[in-house]
C-alpha cells in the first residue's frame, strides 16, 4: 500500500459512477498508453479475463493448437482451453524458467494458431526468436505478461521495448501478489489495432455500448460474444493510487532484490543453487526473487529452516501437462527442465513493506543454510 489507496476509493464514491469505465478507469488507461505506448489498453477484472478476452479476439476454435510453457499458471492454458484448443506444452529453458524460444518451431503444426510466451518473473522470452516464427507461420502471439509490468526487451534492432507491446495482446494482472496491485485486477493491451473495436465489445457482454457512449451509435445492442470483463471504478481508484508511485514501488522492489542478489551470489558454496538468470536482452523489474535448488530434497530443507525461523518462502507451479487435468491430454514428451523448475525453485519473500533488516535476517539463515550444503 502506498497511501492514498482509500482516499480515491472515497473519491470514486463520492463522484456516485462507480461501475466501469469512470473517471479513474480513464486515468490508468492513459498512464499506460503514455508510458508504454501500447496502442490500447482496456482494464479487466483480471489478467485471466484478460487472456480469455484473447483468446476470443483471435477467434481460437475446437481443434486449435495453441503453444505455451507447462511451467505456468493454471490461466495461461484454461483461457484456450475453454475457447475449445488444444494446449501444446513446450519446454523451459535451462537457464530461466521460460519457454525454450528454440524447441517451438517442431512444435508447430497447420492447426497451430498463436504462440502464448509467459514472461517468468518479469524477465522477457526471447521476443526476437518468437515474433519471426510467428510471422514464418501466420500466427497470433499473446504475451502472458501477468508479472511482468515496467520490464523490458531489447531486440537485435536495439530497440528497447516494453514487455506487453511486443505480441498481438498482452495480459496483466494487478492480483495482490504482483508488483502493481489492485486486490484482484488486469489489463489487456492490444498492440494490433484490428483488434481494438472488437475487444471494446466483447469486454461489455457484446454490446456497442462503448460506441454508444461516445455518441458513435444513437443505440446499443447485442452484436458479438463477450461477457463482463471490466472493472469497477472502486478497482481503478485503487489502482491509480499504485501507478501514481510506481516509480517509488520499483525502486523499493529492486533495491530488495538486488541485496538479495549481491549478498548471495558471493555466499554460493560453488554453483549448487542457483540465482536467477536474466539475459542480456531482458530487464529485470524485480517481480520475484527465486533461488533454483538441485533437487526437491535441498529445496525442502531450505524451505522448513527459513519456516523455523518464521520465514514462509514457497515454491511455484507444477508443470502443466502432468496436471490431473490435462495429463492424459498431453502427447506424452516429457519437459525435463519445466519440471525441473517445479521441484527445485523456490521463491524468497518480496514486497514494498519489507525491511532491510529483514531482508538481511533471511540472508543470514540462507547463507548458514548454503554453508551446511
Ligand atoms: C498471476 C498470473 C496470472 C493470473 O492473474 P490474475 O490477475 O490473478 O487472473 C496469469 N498468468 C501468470 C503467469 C500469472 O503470474
Avoid at 129 to 145: G, Q, R, T
Avoid at 206 to 227: A, H, L, M, P, Q
Avoid at 325 to 337: A, C, E, I, Q, V
Wanted: aromatic share 10%.
Amino acid at each position: 500500500m502506498t497511501g492514498k489507496e482509500t482516499e480515491y476509493i472515497k473519491e470514486a464514491v463520492a463522484s456516485g459512477k462507480i461501475s466501469g469505465d469512470g473517471l479513474f478507469t480513464r486515468k490508468c488507461h492513459e498512464f499506460f498508453e503514455q508510458r508504454y505506448g501500447f496502442k490500447k489498453v482496456l482494464l479487466t477484472t483480471s489478467c485471466t479475463d484478460a487472456l480469455e478476452m484473447a483468446a476470443i479476439l483471435i477467434n481460437i476454435e475446437p481443434g486449435d493448437e495453441v503453444i505455451m510453457p507447462s511451467y505456468t499458471f493454471v490461466s495461461t492454458a484454461n483461457a484456450f482451453v475453454l475457447r475449445g484448443a488444444k494446449i501444446i506444452f513446450a519446454d523451459s529453458n535451462e537457464l530461466n524458467p521460460n519457454i525454450d524460444a528454440d524447441k517451438i518451431e517442431e512444435l508447430i503444426t497447420p492447426k497451430t494458431k498463436a504462440i502464448v510466451p509467459v514472461h517468468y518473473a518479469g524477465i522477457a522470452c526471447d521476443m526476437d526468436k518468437i515474433m519471426s516464427l510467428a510471422s514464418k507461420y501466420n500466427l497470433f502471439v499473446v504475451e502472458d505478461a501477468a508479472q511482468a509490468i515496467d520490464s523490458y526487451y531489447t531486440g537485435a534492432d536495439g530497440i528497447k521495448r516494453p514487455l506487453g507491446s511486443i505480441g498481438h495482446l498482452a495480459a496483466f494482472s494487478f492480483h495482490e501478489t504482483k508488483n502493481i496491485i489492485s486486490g484482484e485486477g488486469g489489463m489487456l493491451a492490444i498492440n494490433d489495432e484490428r483488434f481494438i473495436e472488437r475487444a471494446e465489445i466483447i469486454r461489455e457482454k457484446g454490446t456497442n455500448r462503448s460506441s454508444f457512449f461516445r455518441g458513435e451509435v444513437d443505440k446499443y445492442g447485442w452484436v458479438d460474444i463477450g461477457s463482463s470483463f471490466l472493472p469497477s471504478d472502486i478497482i481503478a481508484a485503487f489502482l491509480w493510487a499504485q501507478l501514481e508511485n510506481l516509480d517509488k514501488i520499483q525502486s523499493k522492489r529492486k533495491e530488495i532484490w538486488l541485496n538479495y542478489y549481491h549478498n548471495l551470489i558471493n555466499a554460493q558454496n560453488g554453483e549448487r543453487i542457483k540465482l536467477p538468470n536474466i539475459p542480456c536482452y531482458a530487464t529485470n523489474n524485480a517481480h520475484m526473487f527465486y533461488l533454483v535448488c538441485q533437487n526437491i530434497k535441498q529445496r525442502t530443507a531450505l524451505i522448513e529452516t527459513l519456516k523455523a525461523n518464521n520465514i514462509h518462502p514457497v515454491f511455484h507451479y507444477l508443470s502443466l501437462h502432468d496436471s490431473p487435468l490435462y495429463k492424459n491430454k498431453h502427447d506424452g514428451r516429457s519437459l525435463p527442465y519445466s519440471d525441473y523448475y517445479a521441484n527445485c525453485l523456490v521463491r524468497l519473500p518480496l514486497y514494498f513493506e519489507l525491511s532491510k533488516n529483514e531482508v538481511d535476517h533471511i540472508i543470514n539463515l540462507i547463507k548458514d543454510e548454503f554453508i551446511s550444503l
